[in-house]
């Protein structure tokens, strides 16, 4: 048993040393999961709008298709859904280059 315990934890050391001291990032992340989790399956309901047919990869895409994962600093994760297909970031990806590009050039820019 022990031998199993150290092969599960022995690559993440770090995780368990700081959980056990209680001072992960989100200290209640079952409580947060909870809420990303009606998040999620409340936005799901939502079916208007149609898949870009402009942008050939998008167009493939099952419209069905509703996944989400969250990787916090220090390791902790929740995915929901169909986390696992793969698929095309495109435009989503505005929302993570705006910040660093906003950080390297500034508001004036």
Request: glycine fraction near 6%.
């Amino acid at each position: 048993p022990f031998d199993d315990f150290k092969s599960c934890v022995s690559d993440n050391l770090v995780m368990v040393h700081t959980a056990l001291r209680r001072k992960l990032v989100i200290p209640e992340f079952e409580n947060f999961s909870e809420i990303i989790t009606g998040i999620f399956e409340k936005t799901r309901e939502n079916t208007d709008g149609q898949v870009a047919t402009y942008i050939p990869q998008l167009a493939h895409m099952n419209p069905e298709y509703w996944g989400m994962s969250i990787c916090t600093v220090d390791g902790q994760r929740l995915s929901l859904g169909d986390f696992n297909v793969p698929f095309c970031l495109q435009s989503a990806s505005n929302c993570i280059n705006y910040p660093l590009v906003l950080d390297e050039l500034g508001s004036e820019q």
